[in-house]
């Protein structure tokens, strides 16, 4: 299975947000994150039709807009946790996993930046 998520992602981890219930403080993610989430998981709960997968692996290429400082791994992040969300896989943990994540070395595509994720199962 392939999916392609466009445009630049925005870290899950990075600018977290501090709020207050009552006496109790949260840490949530970025209102840049929250955005981002919502639409592509209703973007993929509405192409997706499927059970959620199990005994999976994950592979994702980079293509992204310039060449600025980032981190793979938030990358990562932010993809599985939306792929968890939109119930395409049951869980990031990696007892769903075949093999552990690969992400390929990012490339530069200032005119079409993406990430082409590849699910086998």
Known sequence: MNILFYGRIPSKKNNRRIIKKGTRKFSVPSAAYEAWELCEVAR???TLNQPKLTNFSLEITP???DNGVRDTDNLLTSILDCLKTAGVIKDDRWQCMTTPP?????T???LNPRVEVTISY
């Open 44 to 46: 993929l709960k509405a």
């Open 108 to 110: 530069i595509d200032r």
């Open 102 to 106: 690969k992400v390929n070395q990012p």
């Open 63 to 65: 293509f992204l807009p």
